[in-house]
């Protein structure tokens, strides 16, 4: 058993939220630099030269990197043999939020979905948990912002529909996304499962490092497919 104080969890998350907004990741720059190399307008390659030069800029003097530094969605893994100690662990994960936010100079976006009114520190974050065997801890913080959350979309097909359905349908709902989930787009797609799971095996997915392909061979062929 491994006894974890929530304090620690708090300070981790703040860190976390801060370094989501300043940092961009690696595969991330290195999917952008490939864009310049490869993209033939010279329109196209002008927006990745201002990609990759507003990552160096967030990463060099702490800013955000965008201007919405988003709902704060927080992944937990829990592993069972791990003892929290100090308090409660949501609030704990709040209370990081808030401090990140605050502290890191983040814009508090968060509003009442009825009143609009600014809940004023970024909470609550959207926080899922998954209890896994092993005595660790993982967090991940994944600012989501508001531009292209608002393109999510959640379609209920027919079954006989069958993978020509679900393939139309994919299709229809990036062009129908058009520019608004400002470009480039990373799609994230869960298919299966309820309404509610697979909506967030479609954010899940958002967490693999760009480029990388699923390990069924069907479903990596599929994606293959949509990008050709």
Do not use: W
């Amino acid at each position: 058993m491994k006894e974890i104080n929530v304090k620690d969890v708090t300070a981790a998350v703040k860190q976390a939220a801060m370094e989501a907004n300043y940092y961009l990741g690696e595969d991330m720059l290195q999917a952008f630099a490939r864009g310049l190399e490869e993209e033939e307008s010279p329109a196209g390659r002008e927006v990745f030269r201002l990609l990759l030069e507003n990552a160096r800029i967030a990463r060099e003097q702490l800013i955000p990197i965008c201007q919405d530094c988003g709902l704060a969605v927080v992944m937990v893994e829990l592993g069972q043999e791990v003892h929290l100690v100090g308090g409660d662990l949501n609030e704990a994960i709040q209370e990081g939020i808030r401090q990140g936010y605050e502290e890191g100079y983040l814009r508090k976006s968060l509003c009442h979905p009825l009143t609009r009114k600014n809940t004023g520190d970024n909470t609550p974050a959207v926080i899922y948990t998954t209890v896994v065997p092993g005595d660790a801890l993982k967090l991940m913080v994944v600012p989501k912002g508001g531009g292209s959350e608002n393109m999510s979309r959640v379609h209920m097909l027919r079954p006989a529909a069958g993978l020509a359905g679900i393939k139309e349908k994919i299709v229809e709902t990036i062009r129908e996304a058009g520019a608004n989930p400002c470009p480039p787009i990373v799609v994230g797609l869960g298919i299966g499962g309820t309404f509610e799971q697979a909506a967030l095996l479609a954010k899940k997915a958002l967490l693999r490092e760009v480029g990388t392909r699923n390990p069924d061979p069907e479903l990596a062929a599929l994606e293959e497919e949509f990008l050709t």
